[in-house]
């Protein structure tokens, strides 16, 4: 005879179901902290570039003023030494108002004059690792505070069992 009310006990999680999860978590541990050392690196190489590279005037062809700080960006145009004419992009604070017409100084690499860094102006290695650091503050974190809670807790429950 059964019982109308009895509650069945509850399902045990499959092993794919908790490799899922695992991964899931990992990917979301992982994430910030990969950010930041991408971004550091993406700093790194245009400081080196700042360093070692070629001098030119470029100008402001484009701002783009939006209210979202990761958005506001200037274009560039500048003319490397071959004559060839070449565009590059830096990332804009809100403390700073470039005008469109404005020169600003460039530095290119001389082997591949496409890539410059804008003097004056952050590169978009601060804007990867800002989002790395954002992501490890509001996931990372957390989810790690969590996790350490609920290990302790169950801890605590075997021990007292």
């Keep these: 005879m059964s019982i109308p009310d009895a509650v069945p006990p509850p399902k045990r999680q499959t092993f794919l179901a908790r490799l899922g ?21 993406m700093a790194g190489s245009d400081e080196e570039l700042a360093r070692t590279g070629i001098h030119a005037t470029g100008s402001i062809v484009d701002f783009d003023d939006v209210r979202k700080a990761s958005n506001r960006k200037i274009t560039v145009e500048y003319i490397a030494a071959d004559g060839t004419g070449y565009s590059t992009f830096a990332s804009v604070d809100h403390d700073q108002h470039p005008t469109v017409g404005g020169d600003v100084t460039v530095i290119y690499s001389e082997s591949n004059p496409g890539k410059a860094v804008v003097v004056g102006y952050d590169s978009s290695g601060v804007s990867v690792r800002g989002i790395g650091a954002l992501f490890l503050l509001i996931f990372t974190i957390p989810l790690g505070l969590v996790l350490i809670i609920k290990r302790l807790r169950r801890n605590r429950r075997q021990r007292t069992a």
């Design 21 to 41: 999860g695992f991964a899931f978590v990992t990917i979301l541990l992982l994430t910030g902290p990969t950010l930041i050392g991408i971004g550091s690196s």
